[in-house]
């Protein structure tokens, strides 16, 4: 697969591009259905980018919405072409957010509120080998190492030498405070974290107890944003058994708002690091 090329942006693109067409034409999801003989389902799934979309599946919309014009009907058919190969991540088999690694793979900036835990992006191969034990202790030793080494290979985009990824962390004091694998492990944690920091792209606050009862008080969320246009922000609210991406702009605004609620309540950068400088050397103790 070409390196340029994300399946995840490019079935979100194509799904948007179906969606414009059929509004275009005046048609509802279900009428579309109807003419085509499958499911109103199908023709959501396909156009909010969850499902792979086939070059037959392109070539029946544009013959419903008659697009006469051939190179927007190939324009189509090759990103459908291109929404069924595979990311980096397939090659660690079945993982259950691999929609969320797309879209992070593609995005511009992110905006982290992690009220548990040290957020993914951030995490030492320690911590994240703890993390994910005890949060699948059901699971597999080799499942497990499959996830921190995808975890793991993910934090690329924070280090990217060009076009890193803009990250802006809120964390809760809880996470800081939460022993996860041996003192040792948070105290080389916690290190890391003010490494990082240090990095222009990268932004970390902390969100003190004492605030009390804050606007990210119903848990963790992240808001992606990508450098194109056509590619609309997403809310990503992850799940034990299924993940929720909200991309209607109402609902984006809504969590924007919340966002900036939660940086104005939380510790300014520079008293971010001496409270994680203090805890990580209390670690040390």
């Known amino acids: 697969m070409a390196s340029n090329v994300n399946p995840t942006v490019r079935r979100r693109r194509l799904g948007q591009e179906l969606r414009r067409l059929r509004e275009l034409k005046g048609m509802t999801a279900e009428e579309v259905a109807e003419r085509l003989l499958v499911s109103q389902s199908k023709i959501s799934r396909l156009e909010n980018g969850r499902r792979s979309i086939s070059q037959r599946d392109v070539r029946d919309l544009c013959g419903v919405y008659e697009v006469e014009d051939q190179r927007i009907v190939d324009s189509l058919m090759q990103m459908a072409k291109d929404s069924r190969q595979q990311g980096w991540w397939h090659a660690f088999g079945d993982i259950p957010y691999s929609v969320y690694i797309g879209l992070e793979t593609d995005a511009e900036s992110l905006r982290v ?29 080799q499942d497990n190492d499959k996830r921190v080494e995808v975890r793991l290979r993910r934090q690329s985009r924070i280090t990217a030498e060009q076009d890193p990824l ?46 009390g009862a804050h606007a990210g008080i119903n848990g963790q969320y992240s808001i992606l944003e990508f450098a194109d246009a056509a ?55």
């Open 231 to 285: 590619d609309s922000s997403v809310v990503y609210i992850e799940g034990v058994t299924s993940d929720l991406y909200l991309e209607k702009p109402h609902d984006v605004q809504k969590y924007t708002v919340m966002y900036e609620h939660l940086r104005a309540q939380s510790l300014n950068v520079e008293q971010s690091r001496r409270l994680v400088e203090r805890l990580a050397k209390e670690y040390a103790r």
């Open 113 to 141: 509120y992690e009220p548990q835990i040290i957020t993914g992006l951030l995490q030492t191969r320690a911590y994240a080998e703890a993390i994910v034990q005890g949060g699948s202790p059901e699971s597999s030793e």
């Open 166 to 211: 803009r990250l802006w962390v809120v964390l809760d004091e809880a996470a800081l405070h939460r022993v996860v694998g041996s003192r040792q492990v948070m105290r080389e944690q916690l290190e890391h974290v003010l490494e990082l920091s240090q990095l222009p792209h990268i932004t970390v606050q902390v969100l003190p107890f004492e605030v």
